[in-house]
């Protein structure tokens, strides 16, 4: 199974990217998606997740009101929505992606999930 991310680039702040990530290679069919972040110095972070059994999302502080996750079933793709963007915004940003869910937040732990994407660069700068 391959998760290809794509979406990133430069936008100055108060700007908008879509980033997606794609499951190809498999019939698995993921429940659990999320995207992470890491900015050069930094722990990565856990940005969004999306629970597909629940309908249920969350969010980091940081982004809560500014990005939002959403998923295509037909495509199996799943996408990040990034709206208001700010200099601290700056990372690389990688999804990932689990068959079976876990409880509540933990969703935006990095340590519950075995596949993940390749990441891609979003530069918030004027």
């Known amino acids: 199974v391959q998760l290809q991310a794509s979406g990133g680039g430069l936008v100055q702040p108060g700007g908008s990217l879509r980033l997606s990530c794609a499951a190809s290679?498999?019939?698995?069919?993921?429940?659990?998606w999320a995207w992470f972040r890491q900015a050069p110095g930094k722990q990565r972070e856990g940005v969004s997740c999306?629970?597909?059994?629940?309908?249920?999302?969350y969010y980091t502080d940081s982004v809560r009101g500014r990005f939002a996750i959403s998923r295509d079933n037909a495509k199996n793709t799943v996408y990040l929505q990034m709206n208001s963007l700010k200099p601290e915004d700056t990372a690389v940003y990688f999804c990932?992606?689990?068959?079976?869910?876990?409880?509540?937040?933990?969703?935006?732990?990095?340590?519950?999930?075995?596949?993940w994407g390749q990441g891609t660069l979003v530069t918030v700068s004027s």
């Open positions: 999306f629970s597909r059994g629940s309908g249920s999302e």
């Open positions: 290679g498999s019939s698995l069919d993921y429940s659990l």
């Open positions: 990932a992606a689990r068959p079976v869910r876990v409880p509540g937040s933990t969703c935006l732990n990095s340590i519950v999930y075995d596949d």
